[in-house]
């Protein structure tokens, strides 16, 4: 009998044949642990400079598992624990994963919102490593989507790339910087986690209309815009934002900016226990782009999110949640 789950069992491939890679290529766990995803799809063994003890090794280790045994949250789950160790080891500001919990919330809102659409396009600007936009997409694993990613991290982007080949997702990757010009259609959804700070390319910035009057601007909202300009009419965006993004400075601006091209649907405040301290903390702010047919909900949803470990105060914010979504239908 096999003492580890599916994940740790995965999970220990994954780790035990980028340790071999990191230490055969002279690279990065990260960077070893894209080489072995990568691997692990292709059924082989794609680096002429692997030593033939090294191929042995990795052989042994990719023969136990069969990818086809695991679930899509199963080789999700296992492949961000790697991806976590491997953060750890070589932290980076612009490193950090969505955690599981605020993914599966998404994934659950986008289907209340989407639930009459069998068939629709998702972009996130911001992918990184992808764990947010694959974890909304296995959750919606009955509807036929396209999914479009984003990112200037060369490095989280061949992550993502390696976790879409394993997960079969249907994800187009690009690497750039998503406030300049994005040559892609608009999309019926955005996902994203907002990049949070300042943009330090104010001749790009000047170009929006919630620039900083003076200074850098605040990346967050220049996402934001950019964002709503590449959503079809009608459609619906997920922003998990700062807890202070409506004090923050220029706020006044980006409510003004809403209130031209958006609907707030609803703004859910995270349980602090998400995050490491009050200033990392976040809510998901949902807007819809206007359109002809819009109008703005009768009231916005408005509500704390309780901790995750207290089901009965989750199946009462889940009730509240059902009977606005039915009021605003009507």
Request: aromatic share 10%; hydrophobic share 40%.
């Amino acid at each position: 009998m096999n003492e580890f789950s599916p994940i740790e069992r995965l999970f220990k491939t994954f780790d035990e044949t980028a340790a071999i890679f990191q230490n055969e290529l002279s690279c990065t766990y990260l960077d070893a642990l894209a080489e072995t995803a990568e691997n692990l799809f292709q059924k082989d063994i794609l680096q002429e400079e692997l030593s033939e003890v090294a191929k042995k090794q990795v052989l042994k280790k990719y023969e136990d598992i069969q990818l086809d045994q695991f679930s899509k949250e199963e080789m999700r789950k296992a492949y961000q624990l790697a991806i976590l160790k491997g953060m750890q080891e070589n932290v980076q500001p612009n490193h950090q994963m969505t955690p599981d919990s605020m993914g599966l919330f998404i994934g659950y809102l986008l289907g209340q919102f989407m639930k009459d659409k069998s068939e629709f396009t998702i972009m996130d600007p911001a992918v990184g490593t992808g764990n947010l936009l694959f974890t909304v997409l296995n959750h919606l694993s009955e509807k036929n989507l396209a999914a479009i990613g984003v990112d200037i991290d060369d490095l989280l982007l061949k992550l993502a790339w390696c976790g879409a080949n394993l997960l079969e997702q249907p994800v187009q990757l690009y690497s750039q910087d998503s406030l300049e010009p994005l040559l892609i259609d608009p999309s019926d959804v955005i996902v994203c986690d907002l990049p949070v700070g300042y943009y330090p390319n104010d001749v790009r910035a000047a170009e929006y209309e919630l620039r900083a009057e003076e200074g850098h601007s605040y990346a967050h909202f220049l996402f934001m815009e950019q964002s709503i300009k590449h959503t079809k009419p009608g459609g619906y965006l997920f922003f998990l934002i700062p807890d202070s993004l409506f004090e923050s400075t220029g706020a006044d601006k980006l409510h003004r900016f809403f209130q031209q091209h958006a609907h707030i649907q609803g703004v859910i405040g995270l349980p602090p226990s998400l995050f490491k301290n009050k200033q990392a903390a976040k809510n998901i702010l949902i807007l819809q782009k206007q359109a002809e047919e819009t109008q703005p909900p009768k009231q916005v949803f408005l509500a704390n999110m309780p901790s995750m470990k207290d089901p009965k105060a989750m199946q009462s914010i889940m009730v509240k949640m059902d009977q606005w979504f039915r009021e605003s239908k009507s």
